[in-house]
């Protein structure tokens, strides 16, 4: 066997194991999606933080980004094998709902991502994003009231 068909058995064997990893990961790509857009969204509101705070703007920051995407959605995946193949069956006891684990995992980390979000956009404008989407809600039950006893 020569090296070229070495190089072509490897390119297979390589291909097939990409395959199977996907397949594998196919029911959580729509969490893994969600965490990787969240994230996305963070270090956007992040780089408008420094722009509008005209802080020091660092690579280093930035580079967490890398890190934070690694470890989150190598948690949900190591959550979903969790899920899985031990988890699975008793987690069934108490909830009809599936990979219960690894949902409530994506939704504990977006929460996370969505505090970052809020604290780099209210040190940028200077406006609580959270509040200013309570006192809409007060505002539309207070309509809803008026309407109610109209």
């Known amino acids: 066997m020569g090296l070229k068909e070495l190089g072509l058995l490897f390119k297979e064997k390589i291909r097939i194991l990409?395959?199977?990893v996907i397949a594998f990961i196919a029911p959580i790509k729509p969490l893994l999606i969600v965490?990787?857009?969240v994230i996305c969204i963070d270090t956007i509101s992040g780089i408008y933080k420094v722009?509008?705070?005209k802080?020091?703007?660092?690579?280093?920051k930035l580079s967490r980004t890398i890190s934070k995407m690694?470890?989150?959605l190598g948690?949900?995946?190591?959550i979903f094998i969790l899920d899985k193949y031990l988890l699975g069956e008793v987690v069934k006891i108490f909830t009809t709902v599936d990979l219960f684990p690894t949902k409530t995992w994506t939704m504990f980390l977006v929460g996370v991502e969505l505090?970052?979000?809020?604290?780099?956009?209210?040190?940028a404008t200077k406006v609580d994003i959270w509040e200013?989407?309570?006192s809409i809600l007060r505002r539309a039950k207070e309509e809803k009231d008026e309407i109610g006893n109209f």
């Open 18 to 20: 990409l395959s199977v």
């Open 35 to 37: 965490i990787g857009l």
């Open 51 to 53: 722009f509008k705070t």
């Open 55 to 60: 802080e020091k703007f660092s690579s280093r």
């Open 70 to 72: 690694v470890l989150y």
């Open 75 to 78: 948690s949900i995946i190591l």
């Open 115 to 123: 505090l970052s979000i809020r604290e780099n956009i209210k040190a």
């Open 132 to 134: 200013k989407f309570k």
